[in-house]
């Protein structure tokens, strides 16, 4: 069975998370980590549907996260996300603030694609453009955090 | 605008809850009332989404949950049910547990209609039936409760 690709965008709408996370990796020349990644997680009993959304986009992974009793599936590849994930939510369109969402992450997986992430003129872009997706989610730097770790590098 | 058909599905795969509450009234023959309800519920950015399910559907109404901040879309006319949320959920089938919840709302909705809640013989089956939907959800009488009532009423 296979799942219809607008049904895929409905739960989308509702149970995914386009992300754009920041670590700290000193061995990086800017000393930052940048990764873009997509998930849908869903409650335990619904694993057998997030086969169906791993089997129709035939790339990254589930995996089972503990402290909240979920099952993830997560694209981090950022070849898959280039060709797999964001070609899909160009075809069968987000609404409201989910499509924000995709929007910026678009946006910034062409820049990673581009390379543009190691670069000190533009991951403050970047980084820019990351912090205004999903507000209401946490982050473990500040952006002030993560300009200041820049502002070292550079200078 | 008008929503995909499948997309509906897709939303309501994780944002919906096809629900049926029980209401002490004193009024009623058998004590109490059964209330079959659709809603889904979105955070107040997506209100405009949440109107085009409201167009999709041409029936029930929005309204604001202060408690939560959330926009709820909500169907509890049983014509409406019978008619129209039944029916789109029946061509464009839901997957894994909502599904669950789905067939047995369809079930109660049916006995429903067909007057059995205020038959004292049929009603405790209506209370087993509901009381499997939507494990994780808080109900104001447990089932024991509601069947106390009913064993009063009876005798």
Known sequence: MILQP??????AEGESCFSVSFTQRKKLKL????RPSFSISLNQRDLDLL????AYFKCGSIRYSQSDRTY????????????RIIPHFK????HGSKLQDFLKFEQICKKVRANLHR???YLPEIIEIAYQMNPSGKRKHSKEDLLKILDKIVV
């Open 6 to 11: 607008w049904f895929i965008t409905g739960l």
């Open 31 to 34: 000393g930052i980590e940048t």
């Open 51 to 54: 086969k169906l959304v791993h």
């Open 72 to 83: 993830k599936y997560e694209v981090r590849s950022l070849d898959d996300l280039v060709k």
């Open 91 to 94: 075809e069968y369109a987000l």
């Open 119 to 121: 670069s000190s003129k």
